[in-house]
């Protein structure tokens, strides 16, 4: 049996070394929190991060971000933080941990170039969006004038475009400005330019009544002199880019708002109401490879118009002298519907023709109520160019052409001048940096 003693020692033992215990957790030292944290790049921007707290500690702790932008810390929040990085280069973000027993950091380099924020930091040089690479089946265009080629519009047009819609120095005007007089120089440099880089061209347009030189207009010759001598313009224009013009717009705009009948131009009265058919088997047997198309506007969002179009279409189509409809697709953020979209696609598609949308750009600006691009308007026209780049992608690959945006950057559009008010139609900024038009492209034609 136990003395009381021995019992008094061990009960000594047990309180001195629980309270030493107690001492012990009472002074047992709080270890500092290691910081740690992962990120990603966001799915929908690739120049945006996603910063997610992995930190695991006991006790009380705070955490603060440095995201190598400048500025303050900014005390971390629940769930993903979302950081923007515009510019090219590298940023360190930083996690900072602090308790009572001190502080931990974890960072990670963020390195961005031309293309986004980089993988896990590797930034492989030959990385780069290509809206040209991420179509399947069809080409990305875009409108250009020969002053701005070689130029600091090279980088854009060399990454993201195959196919070169002249904006306006392939049209009579400008190639045939006086009689016996051609001149192809600015046309030239156009083609030149696109059999450098690989890219095609699509002439646009060898009549308009928009862009004829004042000599045919005000012509006091007969018919028939007139009638030969745009004959001869379309065989000597389109002889001389066989096999590098791959495709025309033989006639724009012939279709007028409002009355949806041919419009009355100089080339319907001195030729007769199937001038357009004449134009096109002049092209046809100038270069029987290369690919005729009707040009026009308002075709989503004119049902008359496009029923009219399409006539005329079948017309064409009658004799084998169509191969393409181009809509041009001068629309805004939140007109027309995909549904009117779609019905121009299908009408083309029933024909066994090539879709054309020929001259994109989308409008934010439309009742002229901002003075600046604002956020929601930006996000708008993305989701407006994501949706008509998802309509053009479902098309069959048999009647893909081109998807051709009337520009590079915003600055550079036709629309500021025609509606006299701020706009943003493009993909690029005047600076050339990509807006979220450009990933609204780029998302359509994944
Ligand atoms: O670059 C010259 C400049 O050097 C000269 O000083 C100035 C004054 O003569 O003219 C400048 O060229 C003008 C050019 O745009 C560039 O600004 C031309 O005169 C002018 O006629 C031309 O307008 C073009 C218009 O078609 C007529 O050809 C627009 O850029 C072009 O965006 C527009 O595009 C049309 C499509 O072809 C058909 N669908 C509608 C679309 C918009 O109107």
Redesign the pocket.
């Known amino acids: 049996m136990r003395s009381i003693t021995d019992t008094s020692i061990i009960l000594i033992f047990i309180l001195t070394s629980a309270c030493s215990s107690d001492d012990e957790m009472g002074k047992m030292e709080v270890k500092k929190v290691p910081a740690s944290f992962e990120y990603s790049i966001s799915d929908s921007d690739p120049n945006v991060v996603l910063f997610d707290n992995t930190t695991m500690g006991q006790g009380a702790y705070t955490s603060d971000w440095d995201f190598g932008l400048g500025g303050p810390l900014v005390s971390d929040q629940p769930g993903l933080e979302e950081v923007r990085y515009d510019n090219e280069g590298t940023y360190i973000a930083k996690l900072t941990v602090s308790n009572e027993a001190g502080k931990t950091t974890a960072s990670h380099t963020i390195r961005v170039d031309q293309v986004g924020v980089c993988p896990e930091g590797n930034c492989d040089p030959g990385r780069t969006e290509s809206l040209k690479r991420s179509a399947q089946g069809f080409a990305i265009g875009t409108?250009v004038?020969s002053?701005r080629l070689n130029s600091t519009y090279d980088e854009v047009l060399k990454a993201n475009f195959n196919n070169l819609t002249s904006?306006?120095q392939m049209?009579m005007n400008i190639m045939y400005p006086f009689e016996g007089n051609f001149d192809f120089s600015a046309a030239d440099a156009i083609v030149n330019y696109a059999q450098e880089n690989d890219m095609n061209v699509h002439g646009?347009?060898l009549i308009?009544h928009?862009?004829t030189p004042n000599w045919i207009t005000d012509f006091t010759g007969t018919d028939a002199e007139f009638e030969s001598i745009v004959k001869d313009y379309i065989t000597t224009t389109v002889t001389r880019y066989k096999g590098k013009v791959k495709s025309w717009d033989v006639v724009?705009?012939a279709i007028e708002d409002g009355t949806n009948q041919l419009r009355n131009t100089v080339f319907r009265q001195r030729m007769g109401d199937d001038y357009i058919k004449k134009c096109s088997r002049w092209a046809r047997e100038a270069d029987p490879d290369v690919l005729l198309f009707y040009?026009d506007?308002n075709l989503v969002f004119n049902e008359g118009k496009r029923k009219a179009i399409f006539a005329l279409v079948d017309q064409l189509a009658s004799e084998g002298l169509i191969d393409g409809v181009g809509a041009?697709l001068?629309i805004q953020y939140n007109a027309p519907q995909a549904g009117q979209i779609q019905s121009v696609v299908d009408e083309t598609v029933s024909r066994g023709l090539l879709m054309h949308f020929s001259?994109i750009d989308i409008r934010v600006n439309p009742g002229n109520d901002i003075t600046s691009m604002s956020s929601d308007r930006a996000e708008a026209q993305k989701v407006k160019y994501k949706e008509v780049v998802e309509i053009y992608n479902a098309i069959p690959a048999a009647n893909k052409f081109a998807l051709t945006v009337?520009g590079i950057k915003d600055d550079d559009s036709?629309l500021l001048d025609?509606w006299g008010n701020p706009e943003w139609p493009l993909l690029f900024d005047q600076s050339f940096n990509k807006k979220s038009a450009y990933y609204g492209v780029l998302e359509g034609l994944e």
């Open positions: 409108a004038r002053t904006e306006y049209k646009h347009v308009w928009n862009a724009n705009e040009n506007y041009q001068h001259e009337w036709w025609f």
